[in-house]
């Protein structure tokens, strides 16, 4: 217990759940301009920078941020955050004025989960240093009743003593995006004044934002928290969809732990660790390690709940739900090789600004005709989706194969995962950058992604981003895929041929309703709008867009945030 305690200065976690936050309705406002009680359940984000650059506006090119730096940035910023649960909103600016009396403040996030109504702020500070001294000051009540677990997951509570009341706040405040109900989502693509505006707004609607990403980093960085008593060196590294720029609200946080971090060994020092060998059954080993990290975070982590640990896998990994950051997340510890695909499909989603755009608006009408599922089974994941997307915008000679990543690579570009897996590439974009726009557009290479898979003979070939080349299948898998980074390996090879089928024609239906479409012209299914009028298989023909517009409030899957009426 002692070493548990030592090693538990614990946590955070992961989120979905975000189907159970919800935002404010108002744009943009000062802190003093907040709305009344009755109105304002949302979260408010002041001086926010965004590290995912938004390409979608035309000729405001942002400067490149490299993957690494953008890990980098997202991670210093959760050391620099503390997420602390409030009665109310009402709370905030007293919770300001204390939390200013440990250094200074740089920003203040507020959102609400629907499922347990509760309030939480995420208080960003300037410096680390300020965080340590206010989780030193921290105390732990009830003692007899808890774990006294320390973790940057406080309660602010209420004063006995009446006390002077905390003056006004006066920094600006800009608001976080809305989650988006699929009638409102309508609504946008109806206002849209082009097809290739709607797929743009497709991004813009659809894209996880600031705070989604801060929550996620600041699950991750709990869980260092957690195991820094005896794994100071331990990296919590998000991946997949949270940080590839592909992710939507509400998407799942995938992690990535690493005991080792980048630490060699220091030949200068006299002094050694004494240890313990690692088993020679290095999967049994990490099994083991996954077991455990399950069992440790069910037990002491604040906010984690349903752990459900899955250590049969090819890669075992523990899965759970966070309460308190309303993340859903899946850990995993031997991964190194997903964290470079991460930053593969990062670095094809900022080389070119319709990339991401594109990708977003087929994940969408994917979504909606049950070609993905949110369930596992037979069925094309998002990730085969986008790697299908990305392979064909190489046709289309937007983006370039790995091979030519690979041949501009240059000295420190190289990296081979412990598996020996090259993953060398260039990993610096900026001259090959796209942001002008020119040749087709967004709209044009939607419409063209679905003629070309519509025709495309799955039955003998398979595609291969490496080189950029459809290429004889290996096997009889029903879609094949060549994995990037591990030719070998087939990423879609879960995929039943009834799930290959139902793309297929899914393809051809969405190029003849896009066809429809522009005869129509601006009637209420003008542009994509069509693509997304859901087909509920093998039930019933399908909602049309009237329908679709006159419910109510549908439930969506993309709302991230924030809730509710209290
Ligand atoms: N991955 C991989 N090879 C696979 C499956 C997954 O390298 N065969 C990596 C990819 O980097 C992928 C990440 O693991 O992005 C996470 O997988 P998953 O959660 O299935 O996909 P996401 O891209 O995160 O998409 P989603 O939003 O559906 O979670
Ligand atoms: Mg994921």
């Not at 004044?193 to 991750?220: E, H, M, N, P, W």
Request: hydrophobic share 40%.
């Amino acid at each position: 217990m002692a070493l548990f305690a030592r090693a538990t200065s614990i946590f955070i976690v992961s989120y979905k759940n975000y189907s159970k936050l919800i935002l404010p309705t108002v744009k943009s406002k000062t802190w003093k301009n907040f709305p009344s009680k009755s109105t304002f359940f949302g979260h408010s984000i002041l001086n926010v920078r965004f590290s995912h650059s938004d390409q979608t506006k035309k000729g405001e090119p942002e400067t490149f941020v490299t993957f690494d730096n953008f890990l980098k940035e997202r991670r210093d910023e959760a050391k620099r955050s503390i997420l602390v649960q409030v009665n109310t909103e009402n709370s905030l600016k007293d919770l300001h004025f204390y939390c200013s009396t440990f250094g200074e403040i740089k920003s203040m996030f507020y959102y609400v989960l629907s499922d347990n109504k509760s309030h939480h702020v995420l208080v960003e500070f300037e410096k680390v240093e300020s965080v340590d001294a206010i989780l030193k000051s921290a105390t732990h009540i009830k003692l007899d009743q808890v774990i006294p677990v320390h973790s940057s997951m406080l309660y602010f509570r209420k004063l006995k003593a009446k006390h002077l009341h905390a003056p006004k706040l006066k920094f600006p405040v800009k608001y976080a995006k809305l989650p988006v109900k699929d009638k409102h989502f309508l609504e946008v693509l109806q206002n849209s004044k082009t097809a290739a505006q709607q797929v743009q707004k497709c991004y813009s609607i659809l894209k996880l934002d600031d705070l989604g990403l801060r929550l996620r980093f600041q699950t991750a960085h709990q869980l260092e928290r957690c195991f820094s008593g005896i794994f100071p060196d331990m990296e919590a590294l998000p991946f997949g969809s949270s940080v590839n720029g592909f992710g939507k609200m509400g998407c799942d946080l995938d992690l990535y732990i690493n005991f080792q971090s980048n630490r060699s060994e220091n030949e200068e020092s006299r002094l050694v660790f004494q240890t313990k060998r690692l088993h020679d059954n290095e999967r049994h080993q990490c099994s083991d390690f996954v077991r455990i990290i399950g069992d440790l975070i069910e037990i002491f982590a604040p906010g984690i709940f349903n752990v459900t640990k899955i250590l049969k896998a090819r890669v075992p990994i523990v899965k759970f739900d966070h309460r308190i950051t309303g993340v859903e997340c899946d850990l995993s510890l031997s991964n190194m090789s997903a964290i470079y695909m991460s930053e593969l499909l990062y670095i094809y989603g900022e080389i070119d600004w319709r990339v991401r755009p594109v990708i977003f608006t087929i994940r969408k009408w994917a979504q909606s005709q049950g070609i993905t599922s949110g369930n596992p089974g037979g069925y094309i994941t998002n990730f085969s989706l986008t790697l299908l997307i990305i392979f064909y915008l190489q046709q289309k000679k937007v983006l370039p194969t790995l091979l030519e990543l690979r041949s501009k690579a240059l000295l420190n570009d190289l990296r081979i995962t412990d598996t020996n897996v090259d993953c060398t590439f260039l990993r610096d974009i900026s001259m090959l950058r796209n942001i002008e726009p020119h040749g087709e557009d967004p709209y044009a290479l939607l419409r063209g992604f679905f003629d070309y898979y519509a025709g495309f003979d799955f039955k003998v070939d398979a595609v291969c981003l490496r080189q950029g080349a459809v290429l004889r299948k290996k096997d009889s898998s029903p879609i094949y895929i060549c994995n990037p980074l591990e030719p070998s390996l087939n990423v879609s090879r879960n995929v039943t041929y009834r799930e290959m089928e139902n793309f297929r024609t899914g393809c051809r239906d969405a190029a003849w309703r896009l066809e429809n479409a522009e005869k129509r012209h601006f009637d209420n299914s003008w542009g994509i709008i069509s693509l997304f009028v859901h087909k509920v298989r093998n039930t019933n023909p399908g909602l049309n867009v009237a329908d679709v517009m006159r419910e109510r409030e549908p439930e969506s899957e993309e709302s991230d945030f924030i809730l509710a009426s209290k």
